[in-house]
């Protein structure tokens, strides 16, 4: 006797009048798992070097002092996604060039992240990796060695006009890395996610950029010992730097 498989799919639910697929309850599932991880995650208790090319010093101040952004404006479940694929699109890209034959080195002895800590531990960084010797590309070894995931739009913009114009922020970042590392290289990979082509972008290091960038994270943190706000960085609360802030709510309406 054969059996009746014609009794329909099963793969939809209903509710309300509203058909849920299976893909969306998995989803679901998915970026709640990933919400309530990033919520288990305990704050920073310092000011990070990724942060310190963040051009809003009143955002920097929210950040150290940990407080709440917005209603409706924490990480959601496609943003967390993107940051844990971030991390393995890395993995991939310190695998590649490992075995070109680049020394690259990611973590201590003792398994930690190498990094930097200063102002009493309320300034750290913790950097990608160094590379400490390689094949002849060009550079003395070693180099500071970073990694940008970045979608095909925003990788185009890197390789067009360079990190320093296109990712003011990044550039920040590793000028400050190379500044407490004392290293004069870096060199930025950036993966194109939609395409998986690679673009490598060596920096020099910029003494008068590295030393603004350390005065600017004693301003911000001598303000949050204080209690005290910076200036906003608009006049108005359409700017489009306001727009995007999680913080807006609270900075335009008064709220500390």
Same mark, same amino acid.
């Given at each position: 006797?054969?059996?009746?498989?014609?009794?329909?799919?099963?793969?939809?639910?209903?509710?309300?009048?509203?058909?849920?697929?299976?893909?969306? @309850?998995?989803?679901?599932? #998915? &970026?709640?798992?990933? !919400? *309530?991880?990033?919520?288990?995650?305990?704050?920073?208790?310092? +000011?990070?070097?990724?942060?310190?090319?963040?051009?809003?010093?009143?955002?920097?101040?929210?950040?150290?002092?940990?407080?709440?952004?917005?209603?409706?404006?924490?990480?959601?479940?496609?943003?967390?996604?993107?940051?844990?694929?971030?991390?393995?699109?890395?993995?991939?890209?310190?695998?590649?060039?490992?075995?070109?034959?680049?020394?690259?080195?990611?973590?201590?002895?003792?398994?930690?992240?190498?990094?930097?800590?200063?102002?009493?531990? @309320?300034?750290?960084?913790? #950097? &990608?990796?160094?590379? !400490? *010797?390689?094949?002849?590309?060009?550079?003395?070894?070693?180099? +500071?060695?970073?990694?940008?995931?970045?979608?095909?739009?925003?990788?185009?913009?890197?390789?067009?006009?360079?990190?320093?114009?296109?990712?003011?922020?990044?550039?920040?970042?590793?000028?400050?890395?190379?500044?407490?590392?004392?290293?004069?290289?870096?060199?930025?990979?950036?993966?194109?996610?939609?395409?998986?082509?690679?673009?490598?972008?060596?920096?020099?290091?910029?003494?008068?950029?590295?030393?603004?960038?350390?005065?600017?994270?004693?301003?911000?943190?001598?303000?949050?010992?204080?209690?005290?706000?910076?200036?906003?960085?608009?006049?108005?609360?359409?700017?489009? +730097?306001?727009?995007?802030?999680?913080?807006?709510?609270?900075?335009?309406?008064?709220?500390?």
């Amino acid at each position: 006797m054969g059996i009746d498989l014609n009794h329909g799919s099963g793969f939809i639910y209903r509710r309300v009048g509203h058909a849920i697929s299976v893909s969306d @309850r998995v989803n679901a599932l #998915i &970026d709640a798992a990933l !919400v *309530a991880r990033n919520c288990r995650q305990a704050p920073r208790n310092y +000011l990070g070097g990724s942060r310190i090319g963040e051009p809003c010093a009143r955002k920097l101040v929210y950040e150290v002092t940990h407080t709440p952004k917005d209603e409706g404006r924490d990480f959601d479940g496609a943003i967390l996604r993107i940051f844990d694929a971030g991390h393995q699109f890395e993995t991939l890209s310190i695998c590649w060039l490992r075995g070109a034959g680049f020394d690259l080195r990611t973590e201590r002895a003792d398994g930690g992240q190498f990094g930097f800590e200063t102002a009493g531990g @309320r300034l750290r960084g913790h #950097i &990608d990796g160094v590379i !400490v *010797a390689g094949p002849d590309v060009g550079l003395h070894w070693p180099v +500071l060695w970073e990694h940008k995931a970045l979608n095909a739009k925003s990788w185009n913009d890197l390789v067009k006009r360079g990190l320093r114009a296109s990712k003011p922020v990044y550039y920040a970042q590793v000028q400050l890395y190379m500044g407490y590392l004392e290293l004069e290289t870096a060199l930025v990979t950036a993966l194109n996610k939609d395409t998986e082509a690679l673009h490598h972008e060596v920096v020099a290091f910029d003494p008068p950029c590295a030393q603004a960038l350390s005065d600017k994270a004693v301003d911000i943190l001598r303000a949050a010992t204080a209690g005290e706000l910076p200036p906003r960085i608009a006049t108005a609360q359409d700017f489009y +730097l306001c727009r995007m802030c999680s913080y807006a709510r609270r900075c335009w309406e008064g709220e500390r």
